[in-house]
């Protein structure tokens, strides 16, 4: 069963209640989906289900800029089992449930590459799937139109021309359309393809043009193979890094473990980690760098302030807060700068003992880290373009080293720092006698 599988994954955000729609709690408990140019949330609804989109650009959420998908399912009754969740491992909101014995899934993601969000309706018994969608662009004043039977939602924000797309494919039953929403009947499974296109107003006819071009290419390629495009992109960016702070198994909702900060502050604060790494990698296509989310916080801060109020009051799962914890977070790791690299810059972590593996530094070095006891206790660094580098090693006391050749050639010692020659490839490991 689903519950199952979310239990064993602490790497997932997950509840047993959709989200409540115009309310402070929707911003941390409707499930993000991001790519290049679409921000979506997902409420989680089994009868009524709301995608609420905007531009990435206007984030946070701009309401004025708002599109809402409102989908109204047929035949969905009373529902069992129910769980959404927000699995970080692969970048899909799932939504879970069982109605009147038929087991219905539903799954949203969004392909980078492609700058496209899916959205795929699932039941394991044929014919179960009915429902009727109906954007609602009435606070971006747009205008609806079918072209090719994809539907055209078009509108002027500023000097520019936007245009959203929107495609609808469904396996057995049927599908119909009028003006301004399209419906499904009795189909075993359907799937909605979002694309949004944006340039000058004066480009408007070529904007509109190469939007529901590009949504046609990209649907030929089918379903399938747009999932499993994402999901290899996705887990190459977000498995170069791994973030183990000895937390225990998250045994309850995330909403659950919100309420008892203290008591949960190790598997919230490293599922905050990751989430702020996956807002990160979906809508820049990049991870969190301790070059760049510079934040001049201390870790006396950290601990005392910024984590018990985010926790308690602000929503940790923010999508602007949430990157910048998870920025600052990176930053005790390592600081970068000039070709000198400081491990724990601030002395100490706000975790006793854990390991953190894969962290970029300036694309120039990939970097591990343990720690025990608040203290290092074996760093590895692994060069990316030769560079040489300076190690700042004053709070190492006994140490050791060791390269991937098993020499260690264009080493220097200077009082508290080592100076490396590297050559690309080259891996260079520290140990420290605690």
Known sequence: MAENRLIRDN??????????????????????????????RLFGGTKKELIRLNHLKDLPENEKNRLDL????????????????????????NTDFYSMGTHHRRICFANYEENLLVYHITADKEKKISF??????????????????????????????CCYAIKVENISGYSEHNSNS?????????TV??????????????????????????????YDRILLNHLEDY??????????????EALCTTDKLLKNYSANKKELENLLFQYGRYISICSKGKDLSPEKEKSDISLDMYIKTLMPNLMSKMSPFDTNRCIFASGVMTEFLFDFKDG???????KRLAWAD?????????????????WQNYKVKNIKLKSIKGESFEMDISDFGKYDFKNSGGALAGLKIDGFSAHFDTQPEDVFEFFTNL
């Open 354 to 370: 854990g390991c953190v593996c894969g962290i970029n530094l300036a694309d120039k070095f990939i970097a591990d880290i343990k």
């Open 11 to 40: 790497q997932t955000l997950w509840y047993q209640k959709k989200a409540k729609q115009n309310s402070k709690e929707s911003i941390s408990q409707a499930l993000p989906i991001a790519c290049k140019s679409i921000w979506a």
């Open 70 to 93: 409102f989908f109204d399912f047929q035949g969905i009754h009373s529902s069992k089992n129910y769980i959404r969740d927000l699995c970080l491992n692969d970048a899909t909101a």
């Open 132 to 161: 009727k969608l109906k954007p609602d662009a009435r606070k971006l004043n747009g205008s609806y139109a079918f072209t090719n039977n994809i539907l055209t939602i078009c509108y002027e924000s500023e000097n520019y021309f």
């Open 193 to 222: 393809y979002v694309l949004f296109e944006k340039g000058l107003i004066a480009y408007k006819n070529n904007i509109l043009k190469t939007a529901v071009e590009r949504l046609e290419s990209s649907t030929q390629k089918g």
């Open 235 to 248: 887990r190459e960016k977000f498995f170069a890094i791994s973030f183990d702070i000895a937390q225990k």
């Open 182 to 190: 399209v419906i499904v009947s009795r189909a075993d499974e359907a």
């Open 340 to 346: 000198k690299i400081t491990p724990l810059p601030q």
